[in-house]
């Protein structure tokens, strides 16, 4: 499935909706019995404690909890990759200790996963030493180790590497560690944030769009513990898609990769803002369509289920409107009642 969203047209709410559809309603009915469904969730442009707010806020989920219950896993690709090596680790101490405001900062400005410069330093660097650097904790009365950074708990994996080989591998411990403690099979939702991202930080000419959706494609199939189902959100704005005069070679990368996960896609959720401009009681717009089978085999349509009698689900176009506490209500033109 292929979730698209625009400058404006924010899909978070609805990454959101469905991760609540698949951790709340865990148990999935199928042929041999019933499986849980488990998340592997990969983010390479925001950062753990960000998904967090945004699933307590928009759903009511305690994203923590479930991942303390390996009901999810994150991989972090924005910490190592854009901050560096041990920086991601910093500036989650920094958020864990954080009581509001801190050197002048607020917790709005940490939500982000950057950390200014004067407040590391105000805040959790010492006189002594070198600047931008944390001293090691010192060793419990005991001799016992420190206890893990937030990076390095349970559930938490990290990208250092653009390297598409890592991805597959590291996509597939976080799979091994949530199916270690499995008394039955479960289901994997696998989902991919901004993985256009990646272009933007090849290092080597083999990463690219057709390479990108080999990995995808042999997660979900080839794998020895393959994917059940894929959302991958990816940004579709108009200077994304209207490549310039001449075309840049990025703009054709990002163009390319958005079009083939198109193709591939059984289902495209797209948000957009409304033509006519801003209004006060709608935020954008959302339509969906189907691909070639019609969303078959992600448990969103019966597999018994003709398709001329989903005619009426098949590229629907809805409304939505984002409330100030974070719940959003979708519903039709002309309709006063949310879906």
């Not at 600047?131 to 180790?145: C, D, L, M, S, V």
Request: net charge neutral; charged share 20%.
């Amino acid at each position: 499935m292929l979730v698209t969203s625009v400058l404006g047209a924010s899909a978070n709410w609805l990454i959101v909706r469905f991760l609540c559809d698949a951790l709340s309603h865990g148990n999935i009915e199928d042929g041999d019995g019933q499986e849980d469904t488990v998340v592997v969730f990969v983010s390479w442009l925001r950062d753990w404690e960000f998904w967090k707010q945004e699933a307590r806020k928009g759903g009511g989920l305690d994203l923590e909890r479930l991942r303390a219950g390996r009901r999810v896993a994150f991989v972090d690709g924005l910490g190592a990759m854009f901050l560096g090596e041990g920086e991601g680790e910093k500036v989650g101490a920094v958020k864990k200790g954080d009581t509001g405001t801190m050197g002048g900062g607020t917790r709005a400005g940490l939500r982000g996963g950057i950390v200014p410069v004067r407040t590391q330093q105000h805040s959790i660097v010492p006189t002594r030493g070198p600047p931008g650097r944390i001293p090691a904790p010192a060793p419990t009365a005991t001799g016992a180790a420190p206890s893990p950074s937030p990076a390095q708990s349970l559930g938490h994996f990290t990208l250092k590497s653009p390297d598409l080989s890592i991805l597959q591998s590291t996509i597939e411990s976080a799979i091994t560690h949530l199916q270690t403690t499995a008394e039955r099979k479960k289901k994997i939702l696998l989902v991919l944030d901004s993985p256009d991202a990646l272009l933007a930080l090849a290092s080597s000419p083999s990463l690219t769009p057709s390479s990108l959706c080999t990995t995808l494609l042999t997660l979900h199939t080839n794998s020895t513990q393959p994917a059940s189902h894929i959302l991958i959100h990816l940004h579709a704005d108009t200077p994304l898609l209207s490549l310039s005069s001449p075309p840049q070679p990025l703009e054709i990368a990002g163009h390319n990769l958005l079009v083939k996960i198109a193709h591939m896609s059984s289902r495209i959720c797209s948000c957009r803002v409304l033509d006519t401009g801003v209004a006060r009681d709608v935020s954008g717009v959302i339509t969906v369509t189907c691909g070639r089978d019609g969303g078959r085999g992600l448990g969103v349509l019966d597999e018994g289920k003709d398709e001329n009698e989903d005619e009426e689900r098949r590229g629907r176009e809805l409304l939505y409107f984002v409330k100030g506490d974070g719940g959003v209500r979708v519903f039709e033109r002309g309709a006063g009642e949310g879906l």
